[in-house]
């Protein structure tokens, strides 16, 4: 059996101008890096702008856990399945995080036959628009420090700087860190720590920009401190916006590829989903719904993450609004929810099934409270058993959903073809069904009752509660105008709740907010649930143990 990476290096990929000009963009509208990859620039957004959108289908998933779900191989693998039915469809994905792909989750590309390409690059290095996002979040954060070490004539207090660097790698010891040392020569000595790169506000501005004045406004809007006397100072306040806008003058641009079946695929942006809003860009998004009939895209983790927040914030600030989502779910991992232990997920256990999916139906539920009609994709394996496939059928008749057994791993689009009918034959039959779309909390409502909403509605928690630090922070944010913005909770992605342990669908439980963030300039208010961390770690045996490169420059172990 091939490896993901395997296959990849095993396909002929089309010349991506030959890509381009199959969904209708114009060569000066392209920006190559190399043969594979584009960029597409402010001329297609310009002459686009005025035809209709196709419709817009979200994929999401339950909890992920150690037995993999497969949501991105799915949205790959859905897109493909459009082509094979008959149907014109684009994807649009976030682009790989470094941090993941040598650490454990791996890749964001897909994989088996339903995986996007050039495989190696994506995972890597790309078009270099991570490392441009780190680099104009350290620069302000270097000017930050220098606006100290020339007089400080703003008086910002050393110790309420709330900006950080960020690093595109895991790497727990740089969580906490302290800077200028060495004697006056060398800066003002104070607390600082690290983020990882898709977690910075930066990335969320990136992905939720409309375009260059909108990400220039929205940069000059980062809180990044405030006095001695208690005023806020924003990155403009230091003169930051115009050069870290200058960093991003071509990261802001969408990629575009292709999957192993030559089925357009644009990526950009790659916050994370449970430490921040799981989405790819606006930009991505909205260009995709111009350039085809159906735009495919995914929300990082579970729908009570990525999804939620694709809902409440991205189709909230952007005006999107969803024709249908997919909910991806395997059998090994409903019964992990059930209390298998991952090296007997291979077994038939119907009881363990039926104990864990509980936890596809939450998904589900959840999903249709925002209006939208929702599809469930089972990601068959071979293991799976014709009683196991009747729980699965009797879970979604109950349901009242269609769902349908996808095989794109092992067979690309033809595995996905059934999938690929029910989404199309859900949306004809709900033609209207744009306009019942409604976020879960109203605009206007106060950060409490947002964050409530969410718990409540989503989680299925019990209650709220807020620490001391998390009351005082709110109550600072509310000062500058916080209520107005919509919320992005960060929590554990391996449970409803903000506890990882528990499994299933939990109930009787408080979610705690330990404490809030201002993101004035990505415009929401970030929550922090539980014991959650802005920097991850890299695991015991680490991912980055097995990739290599031989003398031919041929990358091996990356999947």
Known sequence: MLTDIEIAQSTTMKPITQVAKELGILEEELELYGRYTAKLNDAAFQRLSQKPDGKLVLVTAINPTPAGEGKTTTTAGLGQAMAKIGKNAIIALREPSLGPVFGIKGGAAGGGYAQVLPME??????????????????????????????????????????????LDMNDRALRNVNVGLGGKINGVPREDGFIITVASEVMAILCLAADMPDLKKRLGNILIAYTYDNKPVYARDIKAQGAMAALLKDAVNPNLVQTVEGTPAIMHGGPFANIAHGCNSVRATRLALKLADYCITEAGFGSDLGAEKFLDIKCRMAGLKPSCIVVVATVRALKYNGGVAKVDLAAENVAALEKGIVNLKAHVENMHKFGVPVVVAINRFGTDTDAELQVIDNCCKELEVDYALSEVFAKGGEGGKEL???VCDVIEKCEGCQTNFAPIYPDKAPIEEKIDSIAKKIYGADSVIFTKQAQKSLKDIKALGGDAMPVCIAKTQY????????????EGFSITIRDLKLSAGAGFVVAYAGDIMTMPGLPKVPAAEKIDVDEMSVIHGLF
Do not use: E, V, Y
Request: net charge neutral; hydrophobic share 35%; aromatic share 2%.
């Open 121 to 166: 690059n994506i995972n890597l290095h790309f078009t270099g628009d991570m490392h441009a996002i780190t680099s104009a979040n350290n620069l302000c954060c270097a000017m930050l420090d220098n606006h100290l070490q020339q007089g400080n004539p703003l008086g910002i207090d050393p110790r309420r700087i709330l900006i950080k660097r960020c």
């Open 495 to 506: 449970s409803l709740s903000d506890d990882p342990s528990l499994l299933g669908r939990p």
């Open 420 to 422: 690929a009918q029910a």
